[in-house]
């Protein structure tokens, strides 16, 4: 009997559009590609890409960055994280959110996961009361949206500020309101992993004209402040201007350009990454030793990934595993291995940071695996993928 393997790549994206590379063919030829570098009735593509991208949100304000990670540093700085400050933070996440928290000099107080792979609500209160954070920076890790009411009427009681990693819920929403919109401030990526790509990039969101004033500000700006379109009036940079240093993280034209064409694709791109998951996620789900994250009815979910949890194996077990699918093309990645690999990390790993105990994300992490669904993989890949994925569940159970 012939074995059924896949063959295509984890990581391949779909091509840019035609249209996109002609707006970055546009932006090349100018030769002005530094966002201020604007002609006389020019607002400049990166500009235009903060208001496009606000008016997709919902947020009043927008800036446009360099990077996921440097929209977080620049939000942690702008609500007014100080150095030695402790952050709260999940333990289940990637590494440029401790990192964040780092870069601005301050310590990560990690936080419990859920089976869902959502933070943990009764940790997190616990941890607000052990400790001096009053920030939680937090990260929508692979998708996950925490019940967001529960968790906004808990920081609320004890006057902790939200600050949102959307990198992994760009377009999603919890009860009807987009992810992103719940906190003080919110931080997206437009990696090229992401729901965007620009191969690098983020953006920063918020209702907030002093911290939008200050994340101006210190993105660099210089004291060129007033040719942002989706940022507040000029009188909210009167003390900002002085007190914020230039952290040189500024998005440029020419990604900005290439992004623009792309949001109007995005809520249909959703739709498809959604029906892909709905096919990993039935066929996972008929195998009877892995278990699929709840998808609560108030989340309208990017599937843009997909995990599921194997039983409480050994380490071996594991990566057996996870060789016997790759042997067959399919990638899966590992949370639970203490060396980190490829981007897998794990909260251990992070030496910089204090050392925590956190033994029901261990035993979680211990249990993820995790695969990328890019939207140049079919249906029909999806449904090898999960056929595959079962069958070596299947063979596992029976050794
Ligand atoms: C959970 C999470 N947050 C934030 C980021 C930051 O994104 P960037 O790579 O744009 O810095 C990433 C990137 O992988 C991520 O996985």
New binding site residues.
């Given amino acids: 009997m012939s074995v059924l393997v896949f063959n295509k790549p984890f990581t391949q994206q779909e091509p840019i559009s035609p249209e996109a590379i002609a707006e970055a063919a546009r932006v090349l030829e100018s030769g002005r590609l530094h966002r201020y570098n604007t002609v006389e009735g020019e607002d400049g593509d990166t500009a235009l890409w903060e208001s496009e991208y606000a008016a997709y949100q919902g947020a009043k304000y927008c800036l446009a960055t360099t990077?996921?990670?440097?929209?977080?540093q620049i939000a942690l700085r702008a609500v007014g994280v100080q150095s030695g400050d402790a952050i709260l933070t999940n333990a289940f996440?990637?590494a440029?959110?401790p990192g964040a928290v780092a870069a601005v000099g301050a310590m990560p107080v990690f936080v419990e996961t859920t089976e869902n792979l959502t933070i943990d609500l009764q940790d997190l209160e616990a941890k607000i009361k052990s400790s001096t954070a009053r920030v939680l920076l937090l990260?929508?890790?692979r998708g996950h949206l925490a019940d967001m009411n529960a968790l906004c009427a808990l920081l609320e009681k004890h006057g902790v500020l939200l600050v949102e990693?959307c990198?992994?819920t760009m377009g999603a929403e919890w009860n009807g309101i987009k992810s992103g919109n719940y906190g003080k401030v919110a931080?997206f990526?437009?990696?090229t992993?992401?729901h965007l790509n620009s191969g690098?990039?983020?953006l920063l969101t918020t209702g907030d004209a002093d911290i939008m004033a200050n994340a101006v500000i210190l993105s660099g700006s210089y004291m060129l402040f007033e040719k942002h379109l989706a940022r507040p009036d000029k009188a909210a940079f009167e003390a900002p201007r002085f007190e914020n240093p230039n952290c040189s993280s500024r998005m440029d034209n020419l990604r900005a350009a290439i992004l623009r064409p792309q949001l109007p694709h995005l809520d249909r791109n959703i739709d498809r990454w959604n029906r892909r998951y709905q096919v990993l996620e039935e066929k996972l789900r008929s195998a009877a030793n892995a278990v699929v994250p709840n998808r609560p009815q108030q989340e309208l979910y990017v599937g843009s990934s997909f995990q599921f949890l194997v039983p409480d194996w050994t380490d071996e077990t594991c990566r057996a595993f996870v060789d016997a699918c790759k042997k067959r093309g399919v990638e899966l990645k590992w949370f639970g291995d203490a060396n980190p690999v490829g981007?897998t990390s794990r909260f251990d790993s992070w030496k910089y940071a204090p050392e925590q105990s956190l033994p029901g994300t261990i035993a979680i992490l211990r249990r993820i695996m995790d695969l990328r669904v890019p939207l140049s993989f079919t249906e029909e890949d999806c449904d090898t993928i999960g056929t595959i994925i079962v069958e070596e569940l299947g063979r596992m159970s029976q050794s």
């Fill in positions: 990077s996921g990670g440097t929209a977080m996440t990637l440029p959110v990260s929508h890790m990693d990198a992994h931080c990526s437009t990696q992993y992401k690098e990039g983020g981007f």
